[in-house]
Protein backbone atom coordinates (compact mmCIF):
# COMPACT_ATOMS: atom_id res chain seq x y z
CA UNK A 1 0.00 0.00 0.00
CA UNK A 2 1.15 3.27 -0.86
CA UNK A 3 1.57 6.53 1.62
CA UNK A 4 -1.18 8.03 -1.01
CA UNK A 5 -2.83 5.46 0.21
CA UNK A 6 -2.69 5.65 3.95
CA UNK A 7 -3.53 9.03 3.71
CA UNK A 8 -6.85 8.12 2.06
CA UNK A 9 -7.53 6.02 4.54
CA UNK A 10 -6.89 7.94 7.39
CA UNK A 11 -8.46 11.00 6.29
CA UNK A 12 -12.91 9.70 6.05
CA UNK A 13 -13.87 10.49 9.80
CA UNK A 14 -10.98 11.96 10.94
CA UNK A 15 -10.48 15.39 9.26
CA UNK A 16 -6.71 14.70 9.54
CA UNK A 17 -6.30 14.67 12.60
CA UNK A 18 -3.02 15.38 14.67
CA UNK A 19 -2.53 11.81 16.24
CA UNK A 20 -2.72 9.88 12.81
CA UNK A 21 -0.70 12.72 11.02
CA UNK A 22 2.48 11.87 13.79
CA UNK A 23 2.05 8.58 13.33
CA UNK A 24 2.33 8.91 9.47
CA UNK A 25 5.60 10.58 10.26
CA UNK A 26 7.07 7.85 11.95
CA UNK A 27 10.12 6.57 10.22
CA UNK A 28 10.00 2.53 9.20
CA UNK A 29 12.28 0.47 10.41
CA UNK A 30 14.70 -1.23 7.80
CA UNK A 31 14.27 -5.35 7.90
CA UNK A 32 16.48 -6.98 9.51
CA UNK A 33 17.24 -4.29 12.38
CA UNK A 34 15.37 -5.47 15.78
CA UNK A 35 17.52 -2.99 18.06
CA UNK A 36 16.42 -0.27 15.55
CA UNK A 37 12.12 -1.62 15.54
CA UNK A 38 12.32 -1.44 19.16
CA UNK A 39 13.93 1.57 19.78
CA UNK A 40 11.42 3.53 17.26
CA UNK A 41 8.57 1.51 18.22
CA UNK A 42 9.01 2.90 22.37
CA UNK A 43 9.53 6.26 20.71
CA UNK A 44 6.56 6.00 18.79
CA UNK A 45 4.61 4.97 22.30
CA UNK A 46 5.55 7.87 24.10
CA UNK A 47 4.84 10.39 20.99
CA UNK A 48 1.33 8.94 21.01
CA UNK A 49 1.40 9.77 24.58
CA UNK A 50 2.42 13.76 24.27
CA UNK A 51 0.05 15.89 23.37
CA UNK A 52 -0.43 19.74 22.83
CA UNK A 53 -1.83 19.52 26.68
CA UNK A 54 1.14 18.05 28.02
CA UNK A 55 3.06 19.78 30.46
CA UNK A 56 6.49 20.36 30.66
CA UNK A 57 7.19 18.73 33.75
CA UNK A 58 4.99 15.49 32.04
CA UNK A 59 7.24 15.68 28.95
CA UNK A 60 10.43 15.20 30.90
CA UNK A 61 8.73 12.35 32.78
CA UNK A 62 7.45 10.45 30.02
CA UNK A 63 10.86 10.61 28.14
CA UNK A 64 13.00 9.67 30.96
CA UNK A 65 11.11 6.57 31.66
CA UNK A 66 12.47 3.60 30.01
CA UNK A 67 10.26 1.50 27.45
CA UNK A 68 11.17 -2.08 27.78
CA UNK A 69 12.31 -3.64 23.95
CA UNK A 70 9.69 -5.60 22.27
CA UNK A 71 12.09 -8.42 21.70
CA UNK A 72 13.99 -10.26 23.91
CA UNK A 73 17.24 -10.15 21.97
CA UNK A 74 16.51 -6.32 21.61
CA UNK A 75 19.61 -4.46 23.48
CA UNK A 76 18.36 -1.03 22.80
CA UNK A 77 16.43 1.07 24.83
CA UNK A 78 15.83 4.50 25.85
CA UNK A 79 18.72 6.51 28.19
CA UNK A 80 18.64 9.98 29.13
CA UNK A 81 21.07 11.88 30.21
CA UNK A 82 22.17 13.24 34.03
CA UNK A 83 20.26 16.22 32.95
CA UNK A 84 17.14 15.00 32.03
CA UNK A 85 16.94 12.72 35.04
CA UNK A 86 18.49 15.76 37.23
CA UNK A 87 15.58 18.08 35.82
CA UNK A 88 12.96 15.09 35.88
CA UNK A 89 13.74 15.18 40.05
CA UNK A 90 13.70 18.82 40.37
CA UNK A 91 10.11 18.50 38.58
CA UNK A 92 9.15 16.08 41.55
CA UNK A 93 10.48 18.26 44.49
CA UNK A 94 8.68 21.17 43.18
CA UNK A 95 5.74 19.66 42.52
CA UNK A 96 5.99 17.87 45.53
CA UNK A 97 7.25 20.50 47.76
CA UNK A 98 5.41 23.31 46.62
CA UNK A 99 2.77 24.99 49.48
CA UNK A 100 3.41 21.55 51.82
CA UNK A 101 6.09 22.83 54.47
CA UNK A 102 3.10 22.35 57.18
CA UNK A 103 3.68 18.89 56.75
CA UNK A 104 3.05 17.49 60.22
CA UNK A 105 5.04 14.10 59.57
CA UNK A 106 8.29 16.39 58.66
CA UNK A 107 7.61 18.88 61.33
CA UNK A 108 7.48 16.33 63.89
CA UNK A 109 10.35 14.30 62.85
CA UNK A 110 12.58 18.03 62.66
CA UNK A 111 11.27 18.05 66.51
CA UNK A 112 12.72 14.72 67.13
CA UNK A 113 15.64 15.07 65.87
CA UNK A 114 16.28 18.68 68.16
CA UNK A 115 14.71 16.17 71.10
CA UNK A 116 17.35 13.38 70.56
CA UNK A 117 20.25 16.02 70.60
CA UNK A 118 19.53 17.69 74.22
CA UNK A 119 18.31 14.55 75.32
CA UNK A 120 21.97 12.69 74.21
CA UNK A 121 23.73 15.23 75.29
CA UNK A 122 24.75 15.81 79.20
CA UNK A 123 23.44 15.55 81.73
CA UNK A 124 20.56 13.86 80.00
CA UNK A 125 23.20 10.86 78.52
CA UNK A 126 21.25 8.84 76.38
CA UNK A 127 24.33 9.24 74.36
CA UNK A 128 23.21 6.37 71.94
CA UNK A 129 20.73 8.28 70.24
CA UNK A 130 23.48 10.51 68.90
CA UNK A 131 23.89 7.51 66.44
CA UNK A 132 20.70 7.90 64.55
CA UNK A 133 19.14 11.09 65.95
CA UNK A 134 19.70 12.97 62.52
CA UNK A 135 17.84 10.50 60.53
CA UNK A 136 14.24 12.33 61.22
CA UNK A 137 15.79 15.25 60.03
CA UNK A 138 17.34 13.21 56.52
CA UNK A 139 13.51 11.70 56.07
CA UNK A 140 12.01 15.26 56.62
CA UNK A 141 14.39 16.99 54.03
CA UNK A 142 14.31 14.13 51.73
CA UNK A 143 12.59 15.40 48.32
CA UNK A 144 11.61 18.68 49.32
CA UNK A 145 13.51 21.86 47.95
CA UNK A 146 16.14 23.23 49.64
CA UNK A 147 14.30 26.28 51.55
CA UNK A 148 12.08 23.29 53.31
CA UNK A 149 15.25 22.12 54.23
CA UNK A 150 16.16 24.90 56.11
CA UNK A 151 13.43 25.66 58.23
CA UNK A 152 12.73 21.74 58.81
CA UNK A 153 16.74 22.32 60.29
CA UNK A 154 16.08 25.55 61.90
CA UNK A 155 13.23 23.85 64.02
CA UNK A 156 15.52 21.21 65.01
CA UNK A 157 18.42 23.64 65.82
CA UNK A 158 15.68 25.39 68.01
CA UNK A 159 14.32 22.83 70.17
CA UNK A 160 17.75 21.24 70.53
CA UNK A 161 19.03 25.16 71.94
CA UNK A 162 16.17 25.87 73.20
CA UNK A 163 16.12 23.09 75.55
CA UNK A 164 19.75 22.50 76.23
CA UNK A 165 20.47 26.02 76.96
CA UNK A 166 17.51 26.61 79.16
CA UNK A 167 20.04 27.12 81.60
CA UNK A 168 20.18 30.88 80.56
CA UNK A 169 17.19 31.66 82.08
CA UNK A 170 18.23 30.81 85.71
CA UNK A 171 20.93 33.26 85.27
CA UNK A 172 18.19 35.91 84.09
CA UNK A 173 15.94 35.56 86.30
CA UNK A 174 18.04 35.40 89.43
CA UNK A 175 20.98 37.72 88.49
CA UNK A 176 19.25 39.82 85.73
CA UNK A 177 15.87 40.77 87.23
CA UNK A 178 14.21 39.34 84.25
CA UNK A 179 10.22 37.37 84.35
CA UNK A 180 9.92 33.96 83.64
CA UNK A 181 8.65 35.04 80.57
CA UNK A 182 10.95 37.58 79.16
CA UNK A 183 14.01 35.13 80.49
CA UNK A 184 12.22 32.85 78.22
CA UNK A 185 12.04 34.99 75.40
CA UNK A 186 15.91 35.62 75.50
CA UNK A 187 16.56 32.03 75.14
CA UNK A 188 14.56 31.58 72.73
CA UNK A 189 15.73 34.40 70.36
CA UNK A 190 19.84 33.08 71.41
CA UNK A 191 17.99 29.33 69.96
CA UNK A 192 16.96 31.02 67.18
CA UNK A 193 20.41 32.34 66.08
CA UNK A 194 22.12 28.81 67.22
CA UNK A 195 19.72 26.58 65.40
CA UNK A 196 21.43 28.77 62.37
CA UNK A 197 23.93 26.35 62.68
CA UNK A 198 21.03 23.24 61.68
CA UNK A 199 19.53 25.14 59.04
CA UNK A 200 22.22 26.38 56.99
CA UNK A 201 23.84 22.55 57.47
CA UNK A 202 20.66 21.69 55.72
CA UNK A 203 19.96 23.84 53.31
CA UNK A 204 23.69 23.55 52.14
CA UNK A 205 22.87 19.71 52.27
CA UNK A 206 19.76 19.99 49.96
CA UNK A 207 21.62 22.33 47.51
CA UNK A 208 24.36 20.24 47.00
CA UNK A 209 22.64 16.97 46.73
CA UNK A 210 20.02 18.25 44.46
CA UNK A 211 22.54 19.63 42.14
CA UNK A 212 25.52 17.04 42.23
CA UNK A 213 23.25 14.40 42.33
CA UNK A 214 24.87 12.55 45.33
CA UNK A 215 24.03 11.14 48.42
CA UNK A 216 24.22 12.70 51.87
CA UNK A 217 27.20 9.99 52.77
CA UNK A 218 29.83 12.98 52.74
CA UNK A 219 27.78 16.43 51.96
CA UNK A 220 25.96 16.21 55.02
CA UNK A 221 28.95 15.61 57.70
CA UNK A 222 31.29 18.24 55.87
CA UNK A 223 28.20 20.73 55.88
CA UNK A 224 27.39 20.24 59.74
CA UNK A 225 31.18 20.50 59.94
CA UNK A 226 31.85 23.45 57.84
CA UNK A 227 28.83 25.31 59.49
CA UNK A 228 30.10 23.86 62.76
CA UNK A 229 33.07 26.03 62.60
CA UNK A 230 32.08 29.06 61.11
CA UNK A 231 29.55 29.37 63.66
CA UNK A 232 32.49 28.87 66.94
CA UNK A 233 34.03 31.83 65.60
CA UNK A 234 30.82 33.93 65.95
CA UNK A 235 28.88 32.35 68.66
CA UNK A 236 29.94 33.52 72.39
CA UNK A 237 29.00 29.66 73.87
CA UNK A 238 30.20 27.42 70.93
CA UNK A 239 27.83 24.19 70.31
CA UNK A 240 29.76 20.84 68.97
CA UNK A 241 27.81 17.89 68.50
CA UNK A 242 30.01 15.79 69.91
CA UNK A 243 29.48 17.12 73.12
CA UNK A 244 27.02 13.98 72.84
CA UNK A 245 29.88 11.47 73.35
CA UNK A 246 31.79 13.72 76.06
CA UNK A 247 31.15 10.23 78.43
CA UNK A 248 32.72 7.97 75.22
CA UNK A 249 36.32 7.67 75.36
CA UNK A 250 36.39 5.01 73.17
CA UNK A 251 34.48 7.56 70.50
CA UNK A 252 35.92 10.41 70.85
CA UNK A 253 39.56 9.67 70.56
CA UNK A 254 39.84 11.44 66.66
CA UNK A 255 39.51 14.81 68.46
CA UNK A 256 43.40 14.81 68.42
CA UNK A 257 43.12 14.69 64.79
CA UNK A 258 41.23 18.06 63.84
CA UNK A 259 39.37 18.94 67.42
CA UNK A 260 35.80 18.20 68.73
CA UNK A 261 34.85 18.93 64.97
CA UNK A 262 35.86 15.77 63.83
CA UNK A 263 33.87 14.16 66.16
CA UNK A 264 30.80 15.82 65.57
CA UNK A 265 31.47 15.19 61.39
CA UNK A 266 32.30 11.08 62.44
CA UNK A 267 28.38 10.95 64.44
CA UNK A 268 27.21 13.36 61.65
CA UNK A 269 28.40 10.37 58.73
CA UNK A 270 27.04 7.65 60.85
CA UNK A 271 23.22 9.34 60.94
CA UNK A 272 23.85 9.82 56.92
CA UNK A 273 25.08 6.44 56.37
CA UNK A 274 22.03 4.83 58.20
CA UNK A 275 19.65 7.12 56.15
CA UNK A 276 21.03 6.28 53.15
CA UNK A 277 20.61 2.58 54.01
CA UNK A 278 16.80 3.45 54.67
CA UNK A 279 16.28 5.79 52.01
CA UNK A 280 17.50 2.77 49.25
CA UNK A 281 15.66 0.22 50.95
CA UNK A 282 12.39 2.64 50.63
CA UNK A 283 12.89 3.54 47.30
CA UNK A 284 14.55 0.30 45.85
CA UNK A 285 13.16 -2.50 48.08
CA UNK A 286 17.07 -3.28 48.90
CA UNK A 287 19.78 -1.92 50.79
CA UNK A 288 22.10 0.35 49.25
CA UNK A 289 25.24 -1.40 48.90
CA UNK A 290 28.03 1.67 49.62
CA UNK A 291 25.69 2.55 52.27
CA UNK A 292 25.72 -0.27 54.30
CA UNK A 293 29.26 -0.42 53.94
CA UNK A 294 30.29 3.26 54.83
CA UNK A 295 27.96 2.22 57.95
CA UNK A 296 30.08 -0.41 58.64
CA UNK A 297 33.09 0.96 58.63
CA UNK A 298 32.36 3.77 60.64
CA UNK A 299 30.85 1.68 63.23
CA UNK A 300 33.83 -0.41 63.41
CA UNK A 301 36.67 1.73 62.56
CA UNK A 302 36.00 4.59 64.73
CA UNK A 303 35.89 2.59 68.24
CA UNK A 304 38.77 0.61 66.39
CA UNK A 305 40.58 3.83 66.31
CA UNK A 306 39.94 4.57 69.77
CA UNK A 307 40.92 1.45 71.35
CA UNK A 308 44.38 1.64 69.78
CA UNK A 309 44.86 5.45 70.79
CA UNK A 310 43.82 4.90 74.07
CA UNK A 311 46.14 1.98 74.57
CA UNK A 312 49.20 3.53 73.08
CA UNK A 313 48.17 7.16 75.47
CA UNK A 314 48.10 4.91 78.60
CA UNK A 315 51.69 4.00 77.64
CA UNK A 316 52.91 7.35 77.13
CA UNK A 317 50.85 8.06 80.47
CA UNK A 318 52.96 5.43 81.96
CA UNK A 319 56.05 6.75 80.92
CA UNK A 320 55.44 10.18 81.64
CA UNK A 321 56.41 11.75 85.85
CA UNK A 322 53.59 12.23 87.45
CA UNK A 323 52.77 15.09 89.96
CA UNK A 324 50.06 14.85 92.81
CA UNK A 325 47.59 18.30 92.62
CA UNK A 326 45.23 18.99 94.52
CA UNK A 327 41.73 20.40 93.29
CA UNK A 328 39.92 22.90 96.02
CA UNK A 329 35.91 23.10 95.06
CA UNK A 330 34.56 26.15 97.74
CA UNK A 331 30.90 25.48 96.94
CA UNK A 332 29.57 28.76 97.42
CA UNK A 333 27.19 30.47 95.42
CA UNK A 334 26.89 34.28 94.01
CA UNK A 335 25.02 35.67 96.96
CA UNK A 336 26.73 33.64 99.40
CA UNK A 337 30.55 35.31 98.23
CA UNK A 338 29.16 38.93 97.88
CA UNK A 339 28.07 39.02 101.84
CA UNK A 340 30.53 40.68 103.52
CA UNK A 341 29.99 38.63 106.51
CA UNK A 342 30.94 35.44 105.01
CA UNK A 343 34.54 36.33 103.58
CA UNK A 344 36.32 34.93 106.61
CA UNK A 345 34.56 32.36 106.51
CA UNK A 346 34.89 30.79 102.55
CA UNK A 347 39.03 32.16 102.79
CA UNK A 348 39.18 29.74 105.94
CA UNK A 349 37.60 26.96 104.34
CA UNK A 350 39.88 27.36 101.43
CA UNK A 351 43.06 27.62 103.60
CA UNK A 352 41.57 24.46 105.27
CA UNK A 353 40.74 22.16 102.77
CA UNK A 354 44.28 22.98 100.98
CA UNK A 355 46.01 21.96 104.20
CA UNK A 356 44.04 18.12 103.92
CA UNK A 357 45.28 18.23 100.53
CA UNK A 358 48.95 19.03 101.60
CA UNK A 359 48.93 16.36 103.93
CA UNK A 360 47.19 13.70 101.31
CA UNK A 361 50.50 14.71 99.26
CA UNK A 362 49.34 17.23 96.54
CA UNK A 363 52.18 19.18 95.58
CA UNK A 364 50.38 21.92 93.73
CA UNK A 365 46.84 22.88 94.39
CA UNK A 366 44.24 24.79 92.34
CA UNK A 367 41.75 27.31 93.51
CA UNK A 368 38.81 28.05 91.60
CA UNK A 369 38.07 31.74 89.47
CA UNK A 370 38.31 34.90 91.90
CA UNK A 371 37.77 31.91 94.61
CA UNK A 372 40.26 34.24 96.87
CA UNK A 373 37.07 36.42 98.25
CA UNK A 374 38.55 39.97 99.10
CA UNK A 375 38.42 42.69 96.95
CA UNK A 376 40.78 43.54 94.44
CA UNK A 377 44.61 42.45 95.07
CA UNK A 378 47.25 44.54 94.42
CA UNK A 379 49.02 43.44 90.69
CA UNK A 380 52.39 45.20 92.60
CA UNK A 381 52.56 42.63 95.57
CA UNK A 382 55.50 40.56 95.47
CA UNK A 383 54.28 38.14 98.19
CA UNK A 384 51.50 37.32 99.85
CA UNK A 385 49.92 39.56 102.51
CA UNK A 386 51.24 40.12 106.68
CA UNK A 387 50.55 37.03 109.13
CA UNK A 388 49.18 39.71 110.89
CA UNK A 389 46.37 40.46 108.24
CA UNK A 390 43.38 38.70 108.27
CA UNK A 391 43.28 38.47 104.16
CA UNK A 392 46.40 36.83 104.28
CA UNK A 393 46.27 34.02 101.86
CA UNK A 394 48.76 31.31 102.75
CA UNK A 395 47.94 30.57 106.21
CA UNK A 396 47.89 26.35 107.63
CA UNK A 397 49.18 25.35 104.41
CA UNK A 398 53.52 25.51 102.39
CA UNK A 399 52.64 24.19 99.24
CA UNK A 400 51.82 26.24 95.71
CA UNK A 401 48.98 27.33 94.80
CA UNK A 402 47.47 28.47 91.52
CA UNK A 403 44.46 31.24 93.25
CA UNK A 404 42.55 33.04 91.69
CA UNK A 405 41.47 36.57 92.50
CA UNK A 406 40.52 39.33 90.99
CA UNK A 407 43.96 42.24 90.38
CA UNK A 408 44.03 45.77 90.02
CA UNK A 409 46.69 47.96 89.21
CA UNK A 410 47.48 49.75 92.24
CA UNK A 411 49.44 52.94 90.77
CA UNK A 412 45.70 54.07 89.31
CA UNK A 413 46.96 54.70 85.64
CA UNK A 414 44.38 51.74 84.83
CA UNK A 415 40.95 51.97 86.32
CA UNK A 416 39.68 48.56 85.20
CA UNK A 417 40.56 45.28 87.16
CA UNK A 418 41.51 41.72 85.51
CA UNK A 419 40.70 37.86 86.57
CA UNK A 420 43.74 36.47 87.41
CA UNK A 421 45.23 33.23 87.82
CA UNK A 422 48.07 33.82 89.93
CA UNK A 423 50.65 31.06 91.34
CA UNK A 424 51.41 31.79 95.03
CA UNK A 425 54.51 29.82 96.02
CA UNK A 426 55.41 27.84 98.70
CA UNK A 427 57.64 30.75 100.05
CA UNK A 428 55.21 32.76 100.10
CA UNK A 429 56.16 34.76 96.84
CA UNK A 430 53.76 35.52 93.68
CA UNK A 431 55.16 33.83 90.93
CA UNK A 432 53.75 33.29 86.83
CA UNK A 433 50.78 35.40 86.46
CA UNK A 434 47.64 35.01 83.57
CA UNK A 435 45.15 37.22 82.72
CA UNK A 436 41.71 35.94 81.48
CA UNK A 437 41.84 36.66 77.65
CA UNK A 438 38.07 36.25 77.26
CA UNK A 439 36.19 38.24 79.31
CA UNK A 440 32.54 37.73 78.87
CA UNK A 441 30.54 40.33 76.86
CA UNK A 442 28.04 42.19 78.93
CA UNK A 443 29.08 40.71 81.49
CA UNK A 444 32.41 41.03 82.67
CA UNK A 445 33.28 43.63 79.44
CA UNK A 446 31.92 46.40 77.45
CA UNK A 447 31.62 45.40 73.82
CA UNK A 448 34.48 45.30 71.34
CA UNK A 449 34.47 49.16 70.07
CA UNK A 450 32.72 50.57 73.14
CA UNK A 451 34.45 52.81 75.52
CA UNK A 452 34.23 51.56 79.04
CA UNK A 453 33.41 54.25 80.68
CA UNK A 454 30.70 55.60 78.54
CA UNK A 455 29.32 51.96 78.80
CA UNK A 456 29.71 52.20 82.60
CA UNK A 457 28.02 55.06 82.81
CA UNK A 458 24.98 54.19 81.00
CA UNK A 459 24.62 50.39 82.45
CA UNK A 460 26.01 51.34 86.02
CA UNK A 461 25.26 47.76 87.30
CA UNK A 462 27.49 46.51 84.27
CA UNK A 463 31.42 45.80 84.54
CA UNK A 464 34.55 45.73 82.51
CA UNK A 465 37.44 43.85 83.03
CA UNK A 466 40.89 44.17 81.38
CA UNK A 467 41.61 41.56 78.34
CA UNK A 468 44.98 39.44 79.09
CA UNK A 469 47.97 39.92 77.61
CA UNK A 470 47.47 36.44 75.18
CA UNK A 471 48.02 33.00 75.89
CA UNK A 472 50.65 31.61 78.93
CA UNK A 473 52.10 29.08 80.78
CA UNK A 474 52.35 29.20 84.36
CA UNK A 475 55.53 27.25 86.37
CA UNK A 476 54.59 25.71 89.55
CA UNK A 477 56.19 22.82 91.50
CA UNK A 478 58.79 22.57 88.55
CA UNK A 479 56.22 22.09 85.89
CA UNK A 480 53.89 23.91 83.12
CA UNK A 481 50.27 24.20 83.26
CA UNK A 482 48.02 25.73 80.54
CA UNK A 483 46.13 28.24 82.64
CA UNK A 484 41.87 28.85 81.40
CA UNK A 485 39.95 30.95 83.20
CA UNK A 486 36.09 30.19 83.16
CA UNK A 487 34.43 29.49 79.37
CA UNK A 488 38.20 29.92 78.21
CA UNK A 489 38.33 25.69 78.52
CA UNK A 490 35.41 25.41 75.78
CA UNK A 491 37.29 27.52 72.80
CA UNK A 492 39.07 24.74 71.15
CA UNK A 493 41.32 27.87 69.11
CA UNK A 494 42.44 29.87 72.23
CA UNK A 495 43.09 26.44 74.03
CA UNK A 496 45.54 25.02 71.68
CA UNK A 497 47.20 28.50 71.58
CA UNK A 498 47.58 27.62 75.46
CA UNK A 499 48.99 24.53 74.89
CA UNK A 500 51.62 25.50 71.62
CA UNK A 501 53.23 27.66 75.26
CA UNK A 502 54.58 24.08 75.92
CA UNK A 503 52.79 23.11 78.81
CA UNK A 504 52.61 19.03 81.35
CA UNK A 505 48.99 19.89 82.28
CA UNK A 506 45.62 22.14 81.27
CA UNK A 507 43.73 23.68 84.81
CA UNK A 508 41.24 25.64 84.34
CA UNK A 509 39.35 27.83 86.72
CA UNK A 510 35.66 28.29 86.68
CA UNK A 511 32.90 30.08 88.62
CA UNK A 512 29.39 28.24 87.05
CA UNK A 513 28.20 29.46 90.07
CA UNK A 514 25.67 31.84 88.42
CA UNK A 515 23.47 28.97 86.77
CA UNK A 516 22.23 27.29 89.88
CA UNK A 517 22.07 23.57 89.99
CA UNK A 518 21.36 23.52 86.02
CA UNK A 519 22.63 21.48 82.92
CA UNK A 520 25.24 23.88 82.22
CA UNK A 521 27.60 22.21 84.71
CA UNK A 522 27.61 19.41 83.03
CA UNK A 523 27.74 20.55 79.50
CA UNK A 524 30.54 22.82 80.65
CA UNK A 525 32.58 19.79 81.36
CA UNK A 526 31.64 18.03 78.61
CA UNK A 527 32.80 20.72 76.42
CA UNK A 528 35.92 20.74 78.15
CA UNK A 529 36.52 17.30 77.77
CA UNK A 530 37.82 17.27 74.18
CA UNK A 531 40.74 19.75 74.93
CA UNK A 532 42.26 16.96 77.32
CA UNK A 533 42.13 14.60 74.20
CA UNK A 534 42.73 17.20 71.72
CA UNK A 535 46.26 17.97 73.42
CA UNK A 536 46.77 14.97 75.12
CA UNK A 537 47.25 16.63 78.13
CA UNK A 538 45.42 16.07 81.74
CA UNK A 539 42.50 18.57 82.59
CA UNK A 540 41.87 19.96 86.16
CA UNK A 541 39.35 22.02 86.98
CA UNK A 542 38.44 23.65 89.87
CA UNK A 543 34.88 25.14 89.90
CA UNK A 544 33.65 27.15 92.41
CA UNK A 545 30.27 25.44 93.13
CA UNK A 546 30.63 22.74 90.79
CA UNK A 547 31.65 20.06 88.66
CA UNK A 548 35.50 20.38 89.50
CA UNK A 549 36.77 17.39 87.61
CA UNK A 550 39.83 15.84 86.57
CA UNK A 551 40.23 14.56 82.81
CA UNK A 552 43.11 12.68 81.64
CA UNK A 553 44.56 12.83 78.53
CA UNK A 554 42.65 9.82 76.90
CA UNK A 555 39.09 11.76 77.88
CA UNK A 556 38.26 10.27 81.11
CA UNK A 557 36.88 11.47 83.80
CA UNK A 558 38.51 10.27 86.61
CA UNK A 559 37.24 12.50 89.42
CA UNK A 560 34.47 14.85 90.25
CA UNK A 561 32.49 16.75 92.47
CA UNK A 562 28.91 17.48 92.75
CA UNK A 563 26.93 21.10 91.96
CA UNK A 564 26.13 22.66 95.06
CA UNK A 565 24.07 26.07 95.42
CA UNK A 566 24.71 27.38 98.69
CA UNK A 567 22.35 30.58 97.58
CA UNK A 568 19.55 28.04 97.89
CA UNK A 569 20.60 25.21 100.05
CA UNK A 570 22.85 27.14 102.78
CA UNK A 571 26.62 27.05 103.12
CA UNK A 572 27.97 23.67 103.76
CA UNK A 573 31.70 23.87 103.79
CA UNK A 574 34.87 23.40 100.87
CA UNK A 575 35.72 20.10 99.92
CA UNK A 576 38.25 19.05 97.17
CA UNK A 577 40.31 15.86 95.89
CA UNK A 578 43.91 15.23 95.18
CA UNK A 579 45.09 12.81 92.03
CA UNK A 580 47.91 12.02 90.24
CA UNK A 581 48.28 13.36 87.31
CA UNK A 582 50.81 12.64 84.11
CA UNK A 583 53.16 15.40 83.23
CA UNK A 584 52.98 14.27 79.56
CA UNK A 585 55.70 15.72 77.56
CA UNK A 586 55.42 19.90 77.15
CA UNK A 587 57.20 19.55 73.53
CA UNK A 588 54.66 16.94 72.30
CA UNK A 589 52.45 18.23 69.63
CA UNK A 590 48.89 16.38 68.57
CA UNK A 591 48.12 16.58 64.83
CA UNK A 592 45.44 19.17 66.08
CA UNK A 593 48.21 20.94 67.65
CA UNK A 594 49.76 21.19 64.58
CA UNK A 595 47.26 21.69 62.23
CA UNK A 596 44.65 23.78 64.11
CA UNK A 597 40.70 23.42 62.13
CA UNK A 598 42.34 22.60 58.82
CA UNK A 599 39.81 19.86 58.83
CA UNK A 600 37.01 22.25 59.07
CA UNK A 601 39.05 23.92 56.76
CA UNK A 602 39.03 21.03 54.02
CA UNK A 603 35.34 20.27 54.80
CA UNK A 604 34.97 23.81 53.59
CA UNK A 605 36.58 23.35 50.28
CA UNK A 606 35.57 19.94 49.66
CA UNK A 607 31.87 21.62 49.72
CA UNK A 608 33.09 24.37 47.65
CA UNK A 609 34.42 21.40 45.27
CA UNK A 610 31.20 19.58 45.19
CA UNK A 611 29.38 22.82 44.29
CA UNK A 612 32.39 23.48 41.20
CA UNK A 613 31.75 19.81 39.65
CA UNK A 614 27.87 20.55 39.90
CA UNK A 615 28.27 23.36 37.91
CA UNK A 616 31.01 22.05 35.44
CA UNK A 617 29.00 19.27 34.76
CA UNK A 618 25.47 20.68 33.58
CA UNK A 619 27.33 22.55 30.43
CA UNK A 620 28.28 18.97 29.70
CA UNK A 621 25.10 17.32 30.22
CA UNK A 622 23.68 19.63 28.45
CA UNK A 623 25.89 18.66 25.31
CA UNK A 624 25.33 15.63 25.60
CA UNK A 625 21.66 15.77 25.85
CA UNK A 626 21.97 17.83 22.44
CA UNK A 627 24.31 15.62 20.63
CA UNK A 628 21.98 12.51 21.54
CA UNK A 629 18.71 14.34 20.32
CA UNK A 630 21.36 15.04 16.93
CA UNK A 631 21.75 11.97 16.38
Known amino acids: MSADDNDNESSPGSGGGGSDRRERQTPRARPGSVTSSASSSGLNEIVH ?14 IEAPVPPRNSAASGEIRTSPTLRARARSSRLS ?22 MWISAPNMDVWWLAFAGWVPLLWAMHERPPRHAFFYGWIAGFVSVFVGFFWMSELLTRFAGFGPAAAAGVTALFALFLGLQWALSAWITSVLCQRSGRSTLLIFPMAWTAVELMMSTISIFPVHMALSWAWQPLWIQTAEIGGAMTVSFVMIA ?70 PGMKPLLLRELQRVTGALQQDGA ?17 QHETDLDVADRRRIQRGFNVPVIVGLVTRDATGEN ?51 NRGDGPAAVEAAGYRFGPLICYEDILASFTREVANEGINALVNLTNDSWFGKTREQSEHLGLAVFRAVEHRKGLLRSVNAGISAYVDPIGRVVEQTQTTDSDTDGYQGAEGFAVDVPMMSAERRTVYGMTGNLFGWLCIAGLAGIWAWSRYRRPLDDDDEGSAQAA
Not at 300 to 327: C, N, T
Open 415 to 465: PYAWNTAWVLDEDGRWGDRYDKNYPLMFGEAAPPGVDPAWYLDKIPSASHL
Open 95 to 116: RAGGGRFWDPLRLLAATATGCA
Open 363 to 379: EVVLWGETAYPYGRFSR
Open 270 to 339: INAALWECIRGYMEDGKLDKVAVATFVGWMIGVPAYGWIRIKQVEAEMAESPSLRVGVVQGNFGIETYST
Open 49 to 62: TIDDDTSEQDRIEL
